[in-house]
């Protein structure tokens, strides 16, 4: 049972940055064997997905709202996936969660759409205000 750990949120002021880690629990497969999501949900809104990486790294997308600020990547070797947050702006607040789509043998692709993962965190706090 993978087991992920969002960290990184904070307060910030429009226009700065934060970057977002998602650590991952060492069990029979490593986070290489997963495709990983990232998403966030503002108070009152449905849950969004904003970015997706594939097991290798190779392969990402973006949702629209944040392309271009926004950047995801992973590093296998430390179980650990980043999403580094640039130019925020007050409607970029919300709760950030990270999910895992796998395990799976070669490379694991998945969409923005939640229902492809199946391991969730508990999500991290971002608040843009000034």
């Known amino acids: 049972q993978l087991q992920l750990v969002e960290s990184g949120g904070g307060l910030v002021q429009p226009g700065g940055s934060l970057r977002l880690s998602c650590a991952g629990s060492?069990?029979?497969?490593?986070?290489?064997?997963?495709?990983i999501g990232w998403f966030r949900q503002a108070p009152g809104k449905e849950r969004e997905g904003i970015s997706t990486?594939?097991?290798?790294?190779?392969?990402?997308a973006y949702a629209d709202s944040v392309k271009g600020r926004f950047t995801i990547s992973r590093d296998n070797a430390r179980n650990t996936a980043y999403l580094q947050l640039d130019s925020l702006e007050p409607e970029d607040t919300a709760v950030y969660y990270c999910?895992?789509?796998?395990?799976?043998?070669?490379?694991?692709?998945?969409?923005?759409?939640?229902?492809?993962?199946?391991?969730w965190g508990r999500g991290t706090q971002v608040t843009v205000s000034s």
């Open positions: 060492v069990t029979q497969y490593n986070l290489g064997y997963y495709a």
């Open positions: 990486i594939s097991s290798t790294g190779h392969k990402t």
């Open positions: 999910a895992a789509a796998g395990p799976l043998l070669g490379t694991v692709v998945a969409s923005l759409s939640a229902n492809e993962y199946t391991f």
